[in-house]
């Protein structure tokens, strides 16, 4: 053993190469785990791009066969089903990549969708004497309208809840002039959201589900209409049971 204070045992350059080698095999492993969630990510986010491309392809050439159909052979949620569909294929891009320009066409291209689906079911309602149920809804981003992402769950809520509800939503930043034009057309404004738009009147600001029920009577009579059916099928049920009891007896 040296006591000398100044004297210093060599450098085991072996540890440190070993220690460097080890680091940097478990950084590149960890970027390359990286680089194949991304890839992976990014496949799954194509795969529905290339779906919603089919998806508005279809629908535009429905919008040209019903417009030449029937009455009797058009029903009130023709297309409301595949809205909805690339509605949410929508929301999955804008959450895993929200400042794509692919997701910006796509979405100004899926709004141009809905407001010719609006205008032909409002078509249809004057050919056929019918009155569909529809609520157009702008919103905008958390920072302008924090009260909007509950509005959208509100929706997204009574849409499933009643199938022949349309739902039209517009995100009001979108830069498209057909937006603005039913912005101008409703008076809505882009700092005071969210809007609906309900029987050709603007409502603003958040709305429960009751609130909306009462701007739409028609939802209060389906409701209705479910409790009687119910009501009814229960009576027929205990009728049956009763029945059955006795021809045993």
């Keep these: 053993m040296n006591n000398n204070p100044s004297f210093r045992p060599p450098l085991d350059w072996k540890k440190y190469l070993l220690a460097f080698s080890i680091t940097a ?31 508005l392809l279809s629908s535009e050439t429905q919008f040209d066969l019903l417009q030449e159909s029937s009455c009797k052979n058009v029903g009130d949620s023709v297309l409301s089903d595949e809205l909805n569909s690339l509605a949410e294929k929508l929301s999955y891009m804008e959450a895993n990549n929200q400042k794509d320009s692919e997701l910006d ?6 709004s141009l969708l809905e407001i010719k689906d609006y205008l032909l079911m409002k078509r249809l309602s004057e050919k056929c004497k019918s009155k569909p149920i529809s609520v157009l809804y702008f919103y905008g981003n958390k920072d302008d309208c924090p009260e909007c992402e509950k509005m959208g769950f509100v ?22 002039s057909a937006i603005d034009t039913l912005k101008s057309v409703y008076a809505v404004n882009s700092h005071n959201l969210p ?8 409502y603003t600001g958040f709305r429960d589900i009751d609130a909306i029920k009462i701007l739409i ?8 209409q479910r409790i009687a059916s119910s009501t009814s099928a229960l009576k027929t049920s205990s009728t049956s049971s009763a029945t059955s009891t006795n021809l045993k007896r």
């Design 25 to 55: 095999v478990i950084f590149g492993f960890g970027m390359f785990i990286n680089a194949k969630l991304d890839q992976q990510r990014y496949g799954d986010i194509q795969n529905i791009q290339d779906r919603i491309a089919l998806d």
């Design 105 to 110: 066409y796509l979405k100004r291209y899926y």
């Design 155 to 176: 929706l997204t809520y009574l849409r499933e809840q009643y199938p022949d509800l349309r739902i039209y939503s517009f995100d009001s930043n979108l830069s498209l």
């Design 195 to 202: 809007a609906l738009i309900i029987s050709e009147n603007t």
């Design 217 to 224: 009577p028609e939802l209060k009579k389906i409701d209705a």
